[in-house]
Structure formats: structure tokens, C-alpha cells
């Protein structure tokens, strides 16, 4: 079955560690990611800057080494990370900003990919929001 996982909460959101456990257990039973999108506050999720106190796990970090080892397609809404100040090198110079916070293995791009995913597709799953 091939799912695509739409994520709204941050990464400390309880709904960001359920919606990578999920994801986790798509792929333990032999599922297919077609893409992850990270959407809103989700955004978050793919900074770089995050820093996880020592006693709470890092979601963020989580995130990234699943997108990497897994070879995932990772996409945040290019629209909801210019609002909250995730950019990569590209936006940093589009915007003359001081430095980029998003990088591999997470791709900007806009919110089309996420309804292309839903269509791609089985199911749809999403996480967190309103």
C-alpha cells in the first residue's frame, strides 16, 4: 500500500511523534512512503536550528535520519517556512536573509505536492493541525 503522510505540528507536538511512529511502521511492514509533507507548523520539523532538551527525545532529529535512510521524499510547503523563518540557501539570497536553516535531505517546494501525493497515493494521512 503506498501512503502519503502529511505532518502540521511541530516537531516537540506530541502529533509529530505519532505521525513518525506511523511512518516508521509503514515502512516495518513493508509499505510505501510516497512522500512525507510537512505543512504549517510542521515546517519546524525540518530546521536545523532545533536543539531537543537532553531529557526529551529529539523528534526533529528523528525526522531527518528517517528521510535519509530511507531515501524519502521530504517536502516542506515553501509558503508556511517563509512565514515561520525555515529557508534554505536559495530563499536566504531570494531574500536577503542571514542564513538558511533547512537543508538535505527536506526540499521546499509548494503545497501542489501535496495533493499530487494524495493522488499518487492510497492514503492520505495527516497529523496535528486545526
Known amino acids: 500500500m503506498k501512503f502519503a503522510i502529511a505532518v502540521f505540528a511541530p516537531a ?37 536550528n532545533i536543539v531537543a532538551p537532553q531529557d526529551e527525545q529529539d523528534i526533529a532529529g528523528q525526522w ?18 517563509l512565514r515561520r523563518g525555515v529557508l534554505d540557501d536559495k530563499e536566504v539570497a531570494r531574500h536577503s536573509r542571514n542564513g538558511a536553516n533547512l537543508q538535505a535531505p527536506w526540499e521546499l517546494s509548494g503545497l501542489g505536492q501535496l495533493h499530487e501525493a494524495a493522488q499518487t497515493a492510497d492514503r492520505l494521512v495527516s497529523f496535528g493541525g486545526a
Do not use: K, M, T, W
Not at 33 to 38: D, G, P, S
Not at 74 to 79: E, G, L, T
Open 64 to 81: 531527518r535520519a528517517l528521510v535519509s535512510v530511507n531515501g524519502l521524499d521530504a517536502v516542506v510547503c515553501i509558503a508556511a517556512a
Open 12 to 48: 516537540h507536538a506530541p502529533a509529530s511523534r505519532r505521525a513518525l511512529l506511523f511512518a516508521q511502521a509503514v515502512l516495518n511492514a513493508g509499505h510505501e512512503i510516497v512522500r512525507l509533507f510537512f505543512y504549517q507548523d510542521g515546517v519546524h520539523s525540518a530546521s536545523s
